[in-house]
Antibody, heavy 123, light 108 residues
Framework: EEQLVESGGGLVQPGGSLRLSCAAS????????MNWVRQAPGKGLEWVSY????????YYADSVKGRFTISRDNAENSLYLQMNSLRAEDTAVYYC????????????????WGQGTLVTVSS | EIVMTQSPATLSVSPGERATLSCRAS??????LAWYQQKPGQAPRLLIY???TRATGIPARFSGSGSGTEFTLTVSSLQSEDFAVYFC??????????FGQGTKVEIK
């Protein structure tokens, strides 16, 4: 059974840093592209970042570009999100989510999601 | 960026009744539209993709329709476990995937 488990969330002061992790199991992690998606309290879902299976292609939402860094370790079946220069508006539950891509195109939904980890940015 | 607008924000329905949720895209997304269900404290679950194809294990009471800019999710006879928040997502404009703000389906 496919499973994604996030960790690393917590309370951090504005301007601080945090590193999120997502542990994958039940599928061949190295063959799937992955994403981070966040959900601010009481709000909708916002796509944050994408990384291809081989790490050759990475994308970020404009709202986090230059502050967040996505990475993965296929040997450890893990996905990461390094978050720097955090702001109050980054407060959210962060989910990792799998996407099926083919031939470099990802016209696909996110078929599996983790339970999320809460990041709170506050002084 | 393609903006996804869902309506209504809240839908009050009695168990056993039909629920119809709408999602509108600010420009055509063809049939590259998905629907997700999210319950409190849980991860979103993929229900529908390609606007009308049920994901694995999704009951037949869930159906999707539409293309271009107008989409509908219908739950033919609401069960107790169906009361949740539903989100639409476009993936036509990847890598900028965008979601609607959600429709909460609550017990009437």
């Amino acid at each position: 059974e496919e499973q994604l488990v996030e960790s690393g969330g917590g309370l951090v002061q504005p301007g601080g840093s945090l590193r999120l992790s997502c542990a994958a199991s039940g599928f061949t992690f190295s063959t799937y592209s992955m994403n981070w998606v966040r959900q601010a309290p009481g709000k909708g879902l916002e796509w944050v970042s994408y990384i291809s299976s081989s790490t050759s292609t990475i994308y970020y939402a404009d709202s986090v570009k230059g502050r967040f860094t996505i990475s993965r370790d296929n040997a450890e079946n893990s996905l990461y999100l390094q978050m720097n220069s955090l702001r109050a508006e980054d407060t959210a539950v962060y989910y990792c989510a799998r996407v099926r891509c083919s031939g470099g195109s990802c016209y696909s939904p996110f078929d599996y999601w983790g339970q999320g980890t809460l990041v709170t940015v506050s002084s | 960026e393609i903006v996804m607008t869902q309506s209504p924000a809240t839908l009050s329905v009695s168990p056993g009744e039909r629920a119809t949720l709408s999602c509108r895209a600010s420009q055509s997304v063809n049939s590259n539209l998905a629907w997700y269900q999210q319950k409190p404290g849980q991860a979103p679950r993929l229900l529908i993709y390609g606007a009308s194809t049920r994901a694995t294990g999704i009951p037949a009471r869930f159906s999707g329709s539409g293309s271009g800019t107008e989409f509908t999710l219908t739950v033919s006879s609401l069960q107790s476990e169906d009361f949740a928040v539903y989100f639409c997502q476009q993936y036509n404009n990847w890598p900028v995937w965008t979601f609607g703000q959600g429709t909460k389906v609550e017990i009437k």
